[in-house]
C-alpha cells in the first residue's frame, strides 16, 4: 500500500523560506511522478509544483514559479518543496501527491498524503 507522509510545514514570516518534505513508501514508488498541491481555506485545492520520477523534469503553477523550487532524491523517495519569499497568499495546507506522469491536472493524481500546514506569523 502506497504511503506518502509530509514534514516540514509551520510558522513563517512573510519574505521567510521553508523546505517541507513527502517520503512515499510502498509499492513502485519510484516511477511516480511526484508533486505538491495546496489548498487554502474555501480554495479549490491549487497546484504548486510536480517532479518525474527521475527528477529531471518539473513544472511550476504560475503562482509560485521563480520562487519555489521541487526536487527529488530519487534513492530515498522523497520530494522537496523548497519556498522562498513567502507571502500571505502562500498560506494553506500542502499536499504531496503521486501520478505515473507529470501533470498540472489533479485528475491525475491518484495517491495522497494527509498534507501539511504552512501559516504565516501575522
Known amino acids: 500500500q502506497i504511503q506518502l507522509v509530509e514534514s516540514g510545514g509551520g510558522l513563517v514570516q512573510a519574505g521567510a523560506s521553508l523546505k517541507p518534505s513527502c517520503v512515499a513508501s510502498g509499492g513502485a514508488v519510484s516511477s511516480y511522478a511526484m508533486c505538491w498541491f495546496r489548498q487554502a481555506p474555501g480554495r479549490k485545492r491549487e497546484f504548486v509544483a510536480a517532479v518525474s520520477f527521475t527528477g529531471g523534469n518539473a513544472e511550476y503553477g504560475s503562482s509560485v514559479k521563480g520562487r519555489f523550487a521541487i526536487s527529488r532524491y530519487v534513492a530515498k523517495n522523497t520530494v522537496y518543496l523548497e519556498m522562498n519569499s513567502l507571502t500571505p497568499e502562500d498560506k494553506a495546507v500542502y499536499y504531496c501527491?503521486?501520478?505515473?506522469?507529470?501533470?498540472?491536472?489533479?485528475?491525475?493524481?491518484?495517491?495522497w498524503g494527509q498534507g501539511n500546514q504552512v501559516t504565516d506569523s501575522s
Open positions: 501527491a503521486l501520478a505515473v506522469i507529470v501533470a498540472t491536472d489533479i485528475d491525475y493524481y491518484d495517491y
